[in-house]
T-cell receptor, first 115, second 114 residues
Framework: EAGVAQSPRYKIIEKRQSVAFWCNPI?????LYWYQQILGQGPKLLIQ????????DSQLPKDRFSAERLKGVDSTLKIQPAKLEDSAVYLC?????????????FGDGTRLSIL | DQQVKQNSPSLSVQEGRISILNCDYT??????FLWYKKYPAEGPTFLIS?????DKNEDGRFTVFLNKSAKHLSLHIVPSQPGDSAVYFC?????????????FGKGTKLSVKP
């Protein structure tokens, strides 16, 4: 079974620029998550999708962050404009559905550096 | 305010011995707990979980213990192997199961020496 795919693996931009990350979840997984992991911290949920609908975006800084999951499969996370504090690893995870105890499977992340 | 705390940033253990990683939480409403393992430049990998209605769950060399009265859980690895060297994250969930908003600790870096 192919895992969660993310691209790019690394991105370096200057502050105030825009950036987008892409995630392809495990085939058949209805639930998709984006997490932000700042150096020395654990991952923090930004947004959760169930198919193509948003379940939880309470911790997403909506003034600069946006995410979509068209057709309930792939997802993109965008930051516009980026700030220095956005430097982090952005992790995408997916799980089979919103109920039960199937674990969240994580991709390898995109490491974002803001100059 | 951290709801899930891993107070030991690092732990070093000899191969073959037991590794014990600890995690404390503050929210008594958490009802599901998970441990994830993370190698450098990779995403976290699910290791083992436990529901709040249980006090122990075992999977091979890995056992998780939950003490609800103390709001404490621990992960035991026996015997420890060099390949277990990684960062271990404790995570908790309010909503049941492993879905939804997992609250992660800061992680403990385990080093298993040959």
């Amino acid at each position: 079974e192919a895992g969660v795919a993310q691209s790019p693996r690394y991105k370096i931009i200057e502050k105030r620029q825009s950036v987008a990350f892409w995630c392809n979840p495990i085939s058949g997984h209805a639930t998709l998550y984006w997490y932000q992991q700042i150096l020395g911290q654990g991952p923090k949920l930004l947004i959760q999708f169930q198919n193509n609908g948003v379940v939880d975006d309470s911790q997403l800084p909506k003034d600069r962050f946006s995410a979509e999951r068209l057709k309930g499969v792939d997802s993109t996370l965008k930051i516009q404009p980026a700030k220095l504090e956005d430097s982090a690893v952005y992790l995408c995870a997916s799980s089979l559905d919103a109920g039960g105890n199937q674990p969240q499977h994580f991709g390898d992340g995109t490491r974002l550096s803001i100059l | 305010d951290q709801q899930v705390k891993q107070n030991s940033p690092s732990l070093s253990v000899q191969e073959g011995r037991i590794s014990i990683l600890n995690c404390d939480y503050t929210n008594s409403m958490f009802d599901y707990f998970l441990w994830y393992k993370k190698y450098p430049a990779e995403g976290p990998t699910f290791l083992i979980s436990i529901s709040s209605i249980k006090d122990k769950n075992e999977d091979g060399r890995f056992t998780v213990f939950l003490n609800k009265s103390a709001k404490h859980l621990s992960l035991h690895i026996v015997p420890s192997q060099p390949g277990d060297s990684a960062v271990y994250f404790c995570a908790a969930n309010l909503y049941g199961g492993s879905q939804g908003n997992l609250i992660f600790g800061k992680g403990t870096k385990l080093s298993v020496k040959p």
